[in-house]
């Protein structure tokens, strides 16, 4: 496969340039300028060509759950990768440890499957060691934080759980994050009413993300900034960024920008089942969701999610005026990076794999490659 004409990405230099890109055996192996090949070449003329789309936080789309201890992904995975997203980690919601195994043990049988669409790189639990008291719309339950669990959580994963949320004032919380850093899994402050002394012991302790930040924490304010004060101003914390103009705000989109920069921030999709299925009601957990306009809530009508892609997250960092060379750190680079295959994917460099969007300056997308096969 030859991807010719196009104004591509350079993974190295962070430039698009126009030139031609060879795809052998699912990888990129050339790229260079006036490139030939005897199979069959795609011409991005006046395209962009950029690495594909991977969501490190999302619960499922088209109907699928992905915290279901028995789901297909097949449907999710081709919708993604329609979508521009080629690899994801299925997020599990705050669920009882043995509900959350149970998810843990799907996903590893779901990720050795192969289908045409995106590849399931990796797990996040969202949860269930989460603040009572900033839940959102879950229901975590009422159970001690302990490092046995983590341990146990990262075991039951075989290598695949790469993010866990815990809030930092919950006891024991500090054991756990150790823990979990130990395990080789990201730990996440998110869902927490932490002080800003709490959130950064818990970043000392080697907390290094942000679960959508903003949403699910204690509010800022200028006397005591708690947790939103230590994620938004330790280089050490990468946030993760929803960007559907419904959890975030413009403003408030920018200023996470002009305070961590690209490569401190993770664009994320947050969605549920619903996201690719319209408005209309739907049950999660056991509970209704309602889905009007776009937008998810309860019944109570606190958001419960987003219902949108990373496109669509995308695109609207592009209206703002985020340069498109830098939305691709924050949506492909950054969680390559947070699920350990950046040395795979998350950029276009020769020996990776042919993960690839080809769209037009305002990501309109005209074809999407996974590990060089055209969706």
């Known amino acids: 496969m030859l991807i010719k004409n196009g104004l591509v990405l350079n993974g190295k230099t962070r430039r698009f340039e126009q030139t031609d ?84 043990v799907n996903i590893l049988r779901e990720s050795k499957r192969e289908v045409l669409g995106a590849s399931v790189a990796g797990i996040n639990l969202e949860g269930p060691f989460v603040s009572l008291q900033k839940s959102g719309v879950m229901t975590p339950p009422d159970i001690e934080c302990n ?11 075989s290598g695949l ?36 002394s709490q959130a950064i012991n818990a970043v000392d302790a080697g907390a290094t993300r942000a679960t959508h930040v903003f949403n699910a924490m204690r509010p800022f304010s200028h006397r005591e900034t708690g947790v939103l004060g230590a994620v938004l101003t330790d280089k050490r914390i990468n946030c993760e960024m929803i960007c559907d103009l419904v959890h975030l705000d413009e403003a408030t989109i920018r200023i996470v920008y002009l305070l961590k920069g690209c490569e401190n921030i993770t664009l994320v999709s947050d969605t549920g089942f619903m996201s690719g299925l319209g408005d209309g ?13 776009g937008v998810c809530r309860n019944l109570e009508g606190r958001i419960a999610g987003s219902c949108v892609s990373m496109l669509a997250g995308a695109k609207n960092l592009l209206r703002l005026g985020v340069p498109l060379n830098e939305i691709s750190v924050m949506a492909s680079l950054n969680p390559a990076k947070a699920l350990g295959i950046s040395d795979k994917t998350g950029s276009l460099e020769i020996g990776k794999q042919a993960d690839i969007i080809v769209c037009d300056d305002e990501l309109n997308i005209s074809a999407v490659f996974v590990k060089g096969k055209r969706i």
């Not at 046995?148 to 959580?153: G, T």
């Not at 790469?162 to 756990?176: F, S, V």
């Open 281 to 293: 009601e739907y049950i999660v957990g056991g509970r209704k969701r309602i889905v009007k306009d």
């Open 147 to 157: 490092s046995q669990a983590v341990r146990l959580f990262a075991e039951k994963a």
């Open 21 to 104: 890109m060879l795809i052998k055996n699912g990888v990129i192996e050339e790229i260079g300028e006036n490139l030939s090949c005897d199979s069959e070449a795609f011409d991005a003329e006046g395209m962009k060509v950029i690495a594909g789309f991977i969501d490190t936080h999302i619960h499922g789309c088209v109907g699928v759950e992905f915290a279901s201890p028995d789901e297909d992904f097949t449907k999710a995975r081709q919708w993604l990768a329609s979508e521009g997203t080629t690899s994801f980690a299925a997020t599990v919601r705050a669920m009882p440890p043995e509900e959350v195994i149970a998810a843990e």
């Open 161 to 196: 759980l790469k993010i866990i949320t815990i809030a930092p004032e919950r006891e024991n919380a500090l054991d756990a994050i150790k823990t979990a850093v130990e395990c080789g899994v990201n730990a996440s402050i998110g869902h927490t009413d932490a002080t800003y």
